[in-house]
């Protein structure tokens, strides 16, 4: 695949179609921006050759056509908010970002459905539905920055996932363009469908290499009146992932969340923000509990889970029931992650899935790998789903930056080995980008990886859109 | 498209793969359970010229590699309880019956998943879980005939889709024997996974068509340990689907159903049952909502909910909340559509879903188009995501079959067309199939057609799987 240069002719055309206030060319400071994502480690930085930024639906199109007329490439881009390079412009050409379609268009309260542009911040949405009483459930844990079409491009995950799904369960609507720049519709305000092959899904979570979303429809819910926030601190990693699947059986209650935060990643977090949490002398790992739903349940509920975190062999069990104490509990969670790029600028964020009972044999693996190749391995995440967060560190923070790539490779190519042998997969959330697209033979197979091929060559025969991730070949 | 016949040297391969005991070839008795499925209307039945049962992937693996070889279709089946015809043999060929494939391989408590092979009746499962504190909640109303298999490629929903979703919400992993006989491992044990484009959920719902599961894994949630039912009157169909978004949004409820019954349909299914229910005077329309949860919840959730029924319109409110007061309820709804079969015989069983709000309008177009060509049109299903079942009967019993025919044809063009219009489509759950291919064009566009079928010569480039439905040529 040779890619055309983009010429001032070209960059002409864009002008035309979308005014020169919208279109970055020259000027390298501004593209900086527009250049990289939020990967931890170094090494995944692209320039583009010219920033575009339409308003319409109809404007993408004709820089769609333009793109394939000319043989340049195109990678959307969302708030750059992601973790796997998924909105570089791995080939230069045009960097296509969404960040002025940031509408919300309605909310529908008679369908419990919102129509929204691609452009709006996660968090923007949840503040404007609150006011009718409504949420939207699917958001992940960057909600304060990422935009919703990034959202559903990566089909993002969170921390409520074992409760309300990811994403791609609320997303019924999509206005796509394609990479041809033909504008299709699919789905609508419809909780089912199943009115030929699922594109809409498929869409969900391809990172921008199928089509560009325009226009999405979400389902809402009504937004639970209270809830509450378990902190419970466990001897080891070992006790505290038995005790979950346990007292879900037990009470029958599905709690919003169940994160998993190792000691390590807990000693960080309080160091980096200066707080103390209970029991940091014995506690191996600590759960964090979430229910939700009315006063009353809330209340029975915390008070059956408490009980049964104790049964299944919790050291204690703090309860956060009012607004100050939950927004305490999960500002340390969504901290760790700064923590550890504070603690070690550059760490390998990982994102590998298990099935939920495995985890203690992924963790085992990892430290014993991370040892052997002089790093340290730390871990939190979403235990309900099996979704850890395995950051890898350097242990000596003089180790030379080629020598610690090479050991994050060597180590993740085995931990990668062993996810998939535990039956799980290298990516629960952050997606493949361009940064996991070499390990993808380590988890799919021959088999897999054809038909995905072939999807992709459907869709987008020129390979025009976002080349260079989850398939196809790498720039030379 | 030209297809072989099935000779006599092929029924000898295909027996020396499976045993003669498994395959069904000269005695026409046997095979006619397999020339048809549920469809009420009479002219969906095409005999197979022989029948399969395998046991194992590999088997099926070569009865594929050995049809793709000799040009002969094959039509995956479950239990045969479809109501689209996917698994009628179109195209005579090779019947490939699912049925001795039926064990539970696995309840994983640690991972709250099942590990099952596709000829698991529906309810059997649950029946086994129930025993382990556990539910499989992606069931159909057909649950006591219907296999997973079947429900999986359907995408089968059933009643209580609102809360807790359909069949694809837990299917996270599946074996699969493609077309050409490759045999495929996509997800696992594991509620979150980005791993490159979801091959998984374009194969849900794929109607036998992409490929034939052999193991599937399904997420599995703890058994609410307490549930009622409410049954409340409302004066007409627009009060009952105006309240239904407003009580949730105003009590943070989701019920786990909110199924709404016609009064005619009401009225022929206590004939039918020899049953009463209360109101039928005033009734224009029955709203049955059930809830479930934790004793307390469900009891504080009932009174809550039955408050907001009176507060917006409801004639009144009747709670059961009893095993037996419970199954009352449920089995009047889940009879309507035998009902309306004793009633008139042959009769045309609809699908369609629009934003639940537009449920009125829908209903209106209904009945205006059914009088215009001597049509009754009775109406039930699934108000809480918007998927109706709008049966067509006819108003004269002596009507002609082939002028209720055409009659039925003329109203479904411009009742998907008026569906579309409202932002809805034709199948929420019962599928394509052969019954509704035809009328695809009506609700999608060519983009959407052209995309289908090339993701359908990805996986089928010999269209040898389960030809003539969803897309793709007719038979001549």
Redesign the interface.
Known sequence: MTYQKVTPELVAQLTEIIGSKYVIHDDMEKMIPYSHDEIFEAGYTTMPEVVVKPRTAKEISLIMQLAVQEKVPVTPRGAGSGLSGGAVPLYGGILLSLERMNSILEI??????VVVEPGVITNELNRSLAA???FYAGYPLSLENCFIGGNVA??A?GAR??KY??T??YVHGLEVV?PDG?I???G????????????L??L???EGT?GIFTRITLGV?????ASAVLLAPFPDVESAV?AA?RM???????PAAIELIDRRSMELCCRFRNEKVPNMEQAGSYLLIEVD??T??VE??YN?LADLCLEGGALDVYVANTPATREKFWKLRAAIGEALKAYCGENAAEDI?????SIPALLAEAESLSNQYGLESVCFG?L????LHIHLLKKDENMAPEKFRQAIHAVLKKLYTRARQL??????????GHKRKKY?PY???K???D??Q??????DPNNILNPGK??GPDPE
């Open positions: 529908d309260m008679g369908n419990l459905m009718e009483g409504l990566e089909n995950g996932a074992i799904g990811v791609g369960r394609l033909r299709m519709e699919l609508g305000k419809r909780l089912k469908d199943v009115t030929g092959y699922d594109l899904q498929l969900v979570g391809s199928l819910l009504p937004l639970p009146p038995r699947p879900m059986i037990e009470s029958g209650i599905v739903g009315t009353e349940e029975q509920n059956t899935v298990v099935p939920p009972a979403h309900g789903d099996g979704n039956g799980g997969t290298l990516s629960g959330e952050h997606g493949i993808l988890v799919l197979g088999t897999e990886l038909l995905m072939g999807i992709k060559t459907v869709f989850i398939i």
